[in-house]
């Protein structure tokens, strides 16, 4: 695993420890406010959330990694 790829990673759980109402709920927050704003900034104000976990909560984590794959 890269040492990037490590940093994110670790970024993302440190995020998951502000979560009150556990990943479920706060995803549910994240999707709700990004469908709302449809942009990623203004949903981690909201959130007060880091911009890994976000990202990857909205799901772009996921489709950049698949772009990745799909090209290689």
Same mark, same amino acid.
């Given at each position: 695993m890269v040492a990037s790829r490590v940093d994110e990673e670790i970024a993302i759980l440190r995020g998951w420890r502000r979560m009150p109402g556990g990943y479920d709920e706060t995803a549910k927050r994240v999707n709700r406010s990004y469908a709302e704003t449809e942009d990623i900034h203004q949903t981690m104000r909201e959130t007060r959330l880091p911009f890994p976990v +976000?990202?990857?909560? +909205?799901?772009?984590r996921d489709e950049m990694e698949w772009m990745e794959t799909e090209g290689s």
């Open positions: +976000v990202w990857e909560m +909205v799901g772009f």
